[in-house]
T-cell receptor, first 112, second 114 residues
Framework: SQKIEQNSEALNIQEGKTATLTCNYTNYSPAYLQWYRQDPGRGPVFLLLIRENEKEKRKERLKVTFDTTLKQSLFHITASQPADSATYLC???????????FGTGTQLKVEL | EAGVAQSPRYKIIEKRQSVAFWCNPISGHATLYWYQQILGQGPKLLIQ????????DSQLPKDRFSAERLKGVDSTLKIQPAKLEDSAVYLC????????????FGPGTRLTVL
């Protein structure tokens, strides 16, 4: 069966450290993968897109990797800040017209 | 630029009642999506429109859910009759014509079915 798995347990890290979130998938062959941030009571907000032929993408303190052999994407936030505390969702392209299937999300908490 | 607008923000109904949600996407966005997000889970796509045509409604429970986007702009999602398990946040999103584009989400409607 098709699955998208993200760390179900919350990730707590100290301010200034690098947070690494994992997205694993089975029985999908996405052309691209996106990462979104969701704050309580709000809709998800787009962060980064990485295509199947790209190994790595960076944007400011964010870095995403995409390994189509391992069927895994890693999302890194360097020099993390309390304002980075949120739920992070990975989303795979699973159909034409930009159809996305979302993972369950990982809650990140950055402590002082 | 104005974001995706949704209303109402909150709705409480009894089971077997009906409810409707409204969404106005970002101006010029051809694709509109309705998602259901149950607490602790990621958004689940219910229906995807390209202009006023349906692209994908494979996960829409068609015996009770319906959606329309008559003029290719705003959209309504209806549940009739509601069940307890429909309690969730209903998110509307839109994206521009090109594929691979980010989706812009509205704030969602939190539905509680009692």
């Amino acid at each position: 069966s098709q699955k998208i798995e993200q760390n179900s347990e919350a990730l707590n890290i100290q301010e200034g450290k690098t947070a690494t979130l994992t997205c694993n998938y089975t029985n999908y062959s996405p052309a691209y993968l996106q990462w979104y941030r969701q704050d309580p009571g709000r809709g998800p907000v787009f962060l980064l897109l990485i295509r199947e032929n790209e190994k790595e993408k960076r944007k400011e303190r964010l870095k995403v990797t995409f390994d189509t052999t391992l069927k895994q994407s890693l999302f890194h936030i360097t020099a993390s800040q309390p304002a980075d505390s949120a739920t992070y969702l990975c989303a795979l392209e699973t159909g034409g017209g930009n159809k996305l299937t979302f993972g369950t999300g990982t809650q990140l908490k950055v402590e002082l | 630029e104005a974001g995706v607008a949704q209303s109402p923000r909150y709705k409480i109904i009894e089971k077997r009642q009906s409810v409707a949600f409204w969404c106005n996407p970002i101006s010029g966005h051809a694709t509109l999506y309705w998602y259901q997000q149950i607490l602790g889970q990621g958004p689940k796509l219910l229906i995807q429109f390209q202009n006023n045509g349906v692209v994908d409604d494979s996960q829409l429970p068609k015996d009770r859910f319906s959606a329309e986007r008559l003029k290719g702009v705003d959209s309504t999602l209806k549940i009739q009759p509601a069940k307890l398990e429909d309690s969730a946040v209903y998110l509307c999103a839109s994206s521009a014509e090109d594929s691979h584009n980010e989706q812009f989400f509205g704030p969602g409607t939190r539905l509680t079915v009692l």
